[in-house]
């Protein structure tokens, strides 16, 4: 069993800053790809950013410039460091990881969300 926790998520003003984290914890032998993900209210699900095992990254046009993501492969946790926050990134905002666990398996996780809310 893996789990992914994410943690860091609140209440900021435009202009603001904050670091969500996302922990994996379980049977993990290694993790691929991790990234995060937001869903707004009424709206799906779409990408943020994204780094590889070797560190390479990609992100959404929207955050970029804005938004680091980084990861400790040693804690099997993955960052994101959100600067600049804007009225339009308040969002559920959800950790996910290509988990090879210790059996061999290829599996996609997701954690339970976290929530980021821009007010003015």
């Known amino acids: 069993q893996v789990q992914l926790v994410e943690s860091g998520g609140g209440l900021v003003q435009p202009g603001g800053s904050l670091r969500l984290s996302c922990a994996a914890s379980?049977?993990?032998?290694?993790?691929?790809?991790m990234g995060w993900y937001r869903q707004a209210p009424g709206k799906e699900r779409e990408l943020v950013a994204r780094?590889?095992?070797?560190?390479?990254?990609n992100y959404a046009d929207s955050v970029k410039g804005r938004f680091t993501i980084s990861r400790d492969n040693a804690k099997n946790t993955v960052y994101l460091q959100i600067n600049s926050l804007k009225s339009e990134d308040t969002a559920v905002y959800y950790c996910?990881?290509?988990?090879?666990?210790?059996?061999?398996?290829?599996?996609?996780?997701w954690g339970q969300g976290t929530q980021v809310t821009v007010y003015s």
């Open positions: 996910n990881g290509i988990v090879i666990t210790i059996t061999g398996t290829w599996r996609n996780y």
């Open positions: 780094i590889t095992s070797g560190g390479s990254t």
């Open positions: 379980g049977s993990i032998f290694s993790i691929n790809t």
